[in-house]
């Protein structure tokens, strides 16, 4: 290859195998949702952004004023099947 030239990246590089390591080490696997969201908690209703899902828990985006550890409601609609 000339100098100063580019290869395209490959699948097989070394920063895609330490990317695919890491997803395939998580406990669940992980889904998009990609979906609006509502976040209940005991005084107010939170408009929000569902990202990702797993069995364990869900991945998401509010603009709330939460405490570690309170306890919430998410309600979303379930994704065409």
Same mark, same amino acid.
């Given at each position: 290859?000339? %100098? &100063? #030239? ?6 097989? !590089? ?5 990317? #695919?390591?890491? *997803? ?8 998009? *949702?990609? %979906? ?5 908690? !005991?005084?107010?209703?939170? !408009?929000?952004?569902?990202? #990702? *899902?797993?069995?364990? &828990?869900?991945?998401?985006? %509010? ?13 979303? %609609?379930?994704?065409?099947?």
């Amino acid at each position: 290859m000339p %100098a &100063g #030239r580019f290869r395209p990246a490959q699948i097989g !590089d070394f920063g895609m195998q330490l990317f #695919r390591e890491k *997803l395939e080490r998580r406990r669940w696997q992980r889904h998009w *949702l990609n %979906a609006p969201i509502r976040v209940f908690t !005991d005084s107010t209703v939170i !408009d929000g952004r569902g990202i #990702r *899902l797993s069995e364990g &828990g869900i991945y998401l985006f %509010a603009l709330a004023n939460m405490t570690p550890g309170e306890q919430i409601r998410i309600e979303y %609609a379930a994704p065409p099947s």
